[in-house]
């Protein structure tokens, strides 16, 4: 069974959402998702390194703080360097999701960390494989998926409501076509590695 691990930090519930909506998209997918919420002030990740070692794909989230990852989300980050040494996470597919407040916010740069972090680790990258849902200037409908135009990563916005009405329909459903891509990708994956070790 392919098992995804879905790594993220949030502080005021947004990210959360966002990313049990990433593990819904995993399971109806087939695979199964382990949901790992980083703490704040957290420094110890072992029990997370753990279900990673045993996960396929890790799907990084993290809310944009100042045009980056939350200091929560790179504590994890910087903390993993002890799996880098022996690139225990070398070959697994990643992909990564956030949320900001502004349609943009510079939450580009967040995904942008997340993919240059995951590469770091010699993980395979995975977009969302999406055409952008509001290509003109005429819409601002918040229930269009990847209305917010992001190939690298599943965006959301949070406009300074609570978590239980923001992020709306549109972006959260981005969030569970992203777990389900990344849930068929790592099972295609999983078996090509299978193929691959029976031929040699
Ligand atoms: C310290 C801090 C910095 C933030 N920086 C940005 C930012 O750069 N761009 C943006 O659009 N929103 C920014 N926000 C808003 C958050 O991204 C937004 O509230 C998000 O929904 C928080 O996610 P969470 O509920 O999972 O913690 C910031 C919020 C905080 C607390």
Redesign the pocket.
């Known amino acids: 069974m392919t098992q995804i691990a879905i790594i993220y930090?949030?502080?005021?519930?947004?990210?959360?959402v966002i990313a049990k909506d990433v593990a819904a998209g995993v399971a109806a997918a087939g695979a199964t998702p382990v949901l790992l919420a980083i703490e704040a002030g957290q420094t110890d990740f072992d029990e997370f390194f753990a279900v990673a070692a045993e996960s396929d794909a890790l799907i990084f989230g993290s809310?944009?703080?100042?045009?980056n990852v939350?200091a929560p989300a790179k504590t994890f980050m910087d903390a993993s360097a002890k799996v880098w040494f022996g690139q225990g996470w070398k070959d697994k597919i990643a992909a990564g999701f956030t949320?900001?407040?502004?349609p943009?916010?510079?939450?580009l740069n967040t995904l942008t960390s997340l993919a240059i972090f995951a590469a770091q680790h010699g993980m395979v990258w995975i977009g969302t494989g999406q055409m952008p849902g509001n290509n003109d200037d005429t819409s601002a409908a918040t229930d269009v998926e990847n209305r917010l135009g992001s190939f690298i990563g599943a965006m959301a916005q949070?406009a300074?409501e609570s978590?239980e009405v923001t992020p709306k329909a549109g972006d959260r459903a981005t969030a569970v076509s992203l777990g389900k891509r990344v849930a068929e990708a790592a099972a295609r994956w999983r078996a090509g590695a299978r193929e691959t070790v029976a031929a040699a």
């Open positions: 930090h949030s502080a005021f519930g947004h990210t959360d809310p944009t703080y100042m045009g939350s949320v900001s407040a502004s943009s916010g510079d939450k949070a300074n978590a």
